[in-house]
C-alpha cells in the first residue's frame, strides 16, 4: 500500500470529525516502564502480517515483557479520523494528514522540543506546533519522476530532461516509437495527483512554501505551480498520458509501469521499490526501473525536496506512554524499515539508500523546506481550506486534467487565473 498524501478540502470531512474531540489523556495505567502490550496502527496492509510481525518479534526480544498488537487499516485517513473522534485510536499511529498542527496536542502526546528532538530525528518540524514535536518520521521520501528505463532508452532518449518542454519532447518519443502510454495520471484513485505539489523545492528555494502563504498569484508565469501544473496539463492536452483517465487503477499502474506498458509517472521515492518489485513480477528487473529529477534546473542544477513520510505519534489516550515511545524510537533507529522501502533515513546521520544512486549520478541537490514561521504553523491550510484549492489533495488536478481533455469548460490561461483569484482572496481573509 502506496503512501497517499491527502489533505486540504479533499478531507475537510474528516477534518470535521476531529474538531469536535475533547483533548487531553484519559486517566492512565502508565507506569512509566517499558512493558507491557501496545497497539500500533499501520496503513501498511501487504505487510503486516510479514516484515510488521518480525519486527515486533524483534522490538520484544529488547524489551522483555512487552507486546506489540497491529491494526492494519485500508481506509487509513477517513477510518482513523473517525476512531480519533471516538478517543479509541491505539497506542502508536501514523498521524493522518487530517490533523492540524494546531489539533496535535489535542490528540497526541508531546514527544521533545522541535530543537531537542531535532538532534536526533530529521523532519520533525512538520509535525510540530509551537515549539513541541509531536511525530517521528517512519522514513523520508525525496520528489521526483518514477520510470521505465527501457522504454525510454527504446525510444531514443539518452538524456535526462531539464525543462518542461524538453520532458513533453521526450514523452512525444516514446509516444511515436513505442506501444507504452508515456505518463499515467492514476486519475481516477486522486490522490497519485497529489504527489505532483511535492516538489516544491525544484525553484532551489527552501523558502518556497514560505512565500506560498503570501502570494496573491501562485499560477503566474514562472512561478512553482505554474510550472508543474501547467506541465500536467500540457501533457494531457498533448494526448501524451492514458487515453481514459476515468479508468485507471493504482494496483494496476505499478505492474503496466514496470512492464513497460506505462513509461513515468510523478511519484515519490518511496514508489521505487514497490515499481521494482512489480517489474519482477512481470519477467523483468529492477533494473529497469529509474527515478528521474522533475524537469527544471536552476544555474544547471537539480533540486529535489525531502520530506518526512507519515509521522508515527502517541495517542493522549494511550495508557502504556512509555512502551508507545519505546516503539517509535526502536523503528526509526532499529527496524531497517526506511532502507527496506528504498527510502531516506529519519535519522540526521542516516545514509541515502542505494534506490536514490540515480540522483547521485544526476547531481541532485536534496532540500527540505523552511518550516512556516511561529504563529503562522497553520496558515497554509486556512488558506487552502478558505480557497478550496486543495494543493495537497486531488480536486484541482482533476479539474485541470478536464479541462485539458475536454472535458470541462476552460482554458490553461482561464484556469489559472481562477485559481489566482481564490488564492489571493483566501490569503486576503485569513491573512
Not at 480519533?84 to 521533545?112: C, H
Not at 510540530?128 to 519522476?145: M, R
Not at 480536486?395 to 487565473?417: M, N, Q, V
Request: glycine share 10%; net charge negative.
Amino acid at each position: 500500500m502506496a503512501k497517499k498524501l491527502i489533505a486540504g478540502v479533499a478531507v475537510l470531512a474528516a477534518t470535521a470529525l476531529l474538531a469536535g474531540c475533547s483533548s487531553g489523556a484519559s486517566s492512565s495505567s502508565d507506569t512509566g516502564k517499558v512493558t507491557g502490550e501496545i497497539t500500533v496502527l499501520t496503513n501498511r496492509t501487504d505487510i503486516v502480517d510479514t516484515t510488521f510481525k518480525d519486527y515486533a518479534a524483534q522490538f520484544e526480544k529488547a524489551y522483555p515483557g512487552t507486546k506489540v498488537k497491529f491494526e492494519a487499516i485500508a481506509k487509513y485517513e477517513t477510518d482513523v479520523a473517525t476512531r480519533m473522534s471516538s478517543g479509541s485510536y491505539g497506542d502508536v499511529l501514523l498521524i493522518p494528514n487530517t490533523v492540524t498542527k494546531a489539533q496535535l496536542p489535542q490528540f497526541f502526546e508531546p514527544l521533545d522540543s522541535v530543537e531537542k528532538l531535532g538532534e536526533t530525528y530529521r523532519f520533525v518540524n512538520e509535525a510540530a506546533y509551537d515549539g513541541e514535536a509531536y511525530g517521528v518520521a517512519q522514513t523520508g521520501n525525496a520528489q521526483g519522476i518514477v520510470y521505465n528505463k527501457k522504454v525510454w532508452t527504446a525510444a531514443g532518449i539518452t538524456d535526462l530532461p531539464t525543462t518542461p518542454t524538453e520532458f513533453l519532447a521526450d514523452l512525444t518519443l516514446i509516444k511515436d516509437k513505442t506501444d507504452a502510454v508515456p505518463y499515467y495520471t492514476n486519475y481516477k484513485d486522486g490522490w497519485p495527483l497529489s504527489q505532483w505539489d511535492g516538489n516544491r523545492a525544484i525553484t532551489g528555494d527552501a523558502d518556497e512554501s514560505n512565500k506560498l502563504i503570501v502570494s496573491d498569484a501562485p499560477w503566474a508565469k514562472g512561478q512553482y505551480h505554474e510550472v508543474t501544473d501547467g506541465l500536467l496539463f500540457d501533457i494531457v492536452k498533448d494526448g501524451l498520458s492514458e487515453e481514459d483517465p476515468s479508468t485507471t487503477d493504482w494496483e494496476t499502474s505499478k505492474t503496466s509501469l514496470g512492464s513497460g506498458k506505462v513509461a513515468s509517472m510523478v511519484l515519490g521515492s518511496w514508489s521505487i521499490t514497490q515499481m521494482q518489485d512489480a517489474a519482477v513480477t512481470a519477467g523483468g528487473a529492477k533494473e529497469d526501473i529509474g527515478y528521474m529529477p522533475f524537469p527544471y534546473q536552476v544555474d544547471g542544477k537539480f533540486y529535489s525536496t525531502v520530506a518526512g513520510d507519515y509521522k508515527n505519534g502517541i495517542s493522549t489516550k494511550s495508557e502504556n506512554k512509555a512502551t508507545a515511545r519505546a516503539w517509535i524510537d526502536w523503528f526509526a533507529q532499529k527496524s531497517g524499515y526506511a532502507a527496506e522501502q528504498g527510502g531516506l533515513s529519519p535519522l540526521v546521520d542516516g545514509e541515502v539508500p542505494a534506490v536514490l544512486d540515480d540522483f547521485t549520478t544526476a547531481g541532485v541537490e536534496y532540500l527540505e523546506l523552511t518550516p512556516a514561521p511561529a504563529g503562522k504553523e497553520t496558515l497554509e491550510n486556512d488558506i487552502v481550506s478558505s480557497s478550496e484549492i486543495d494543493l495537497t489533495g486531488n480536486i484541482y488536478r482533476a479539474k485541470l486534467i478536464d479541462i485539458a481533455r475536454g472535458a470541462a469548460e476552460g482554458d490553461k490561461a482561464s484556469y489559472f487565473a481562477e485559481l489566482n483569484k481564490k488564492w489571493a482572496d483566501a490569503v486576503k481573509s485569513v491573512g
